[in-house]
């Protein structure tokens, strides 16, 4: 049997992932970066993006994730987001309401820095969710 890493997937409300996989990518803050086992301990901050994984039986799957951390130890990732989906859980029409509620502000709320930073994000993090959902089924 190939050698497999723990991934753990966590979030101030929940475990979203916590399973033996053969390889995980995640969206870094310095660049997407690829885990398998043996790795050099490394920690970094994450960007907005989707986590890709293939499990046990080299069955790939996505989970969305809105920024956090991620711990690289040889046998062991682990990812603390603020939050974060399996791609079978986002809601779709959520995400795309997200999106236009946010492109509407970024219409509105120019003069405003604050409100025009956050929904800049907002309008991200939609996208990432979108994006999440259209990838190959899991
Ligand atoms: P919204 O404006 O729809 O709340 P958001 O990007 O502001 O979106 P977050 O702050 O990232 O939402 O997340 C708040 C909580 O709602 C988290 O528990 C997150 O997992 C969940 N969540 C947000 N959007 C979705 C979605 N489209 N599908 C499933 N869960 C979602």
């Known amino acids: 049997m190939a050698e497999l890493i723990r991934l753990e997937v966590v979030t101030p409300e929940k475990f979203v992932v916590s399973e033996d996989v053969e390889i995980v ?3 870094g803050s310095l660049g997407q970066f690829g885990v398998l086992p043996d790795h ?3 920690l970094t901050s994450l960007k907005i993006g989707s986590i890709h994984y293939r499990d046990a039986k080299s069955k790939p799957h996505v989970v969305f994730v809105s920024g956090g951390f991620a ?4 046998d062991r990732v682990t990812i603390l ?3 974060a989906e399996r791609r079978r859980d986002i ?3 959520r995400a795309r309401a ?3 509620r946010a492109q509407k502000r970024l219409a509105a709320d120019k003069a405003d820095n604050i409100n025009f930073e956050r929904a800049r994000i907002a309008l991200y993090r939609a996208m ?11």
């Open 71 to 74: 711990e690289v130890l040889p």
């Open 91 to 93: 809601d779709i029409d």
């Open 128 to 138: 990432e969710r979108i994006k999440a959902f259209e990838a190959a089924r899991n």
């Open 81 to 83: 987001a603020e939050s």
């Open 25 to 27: 990518m995640a969206p």
């Open 98 to 100: 997200a999106l236009e």
């Open 40 to 42: 050099t301990p490394f």
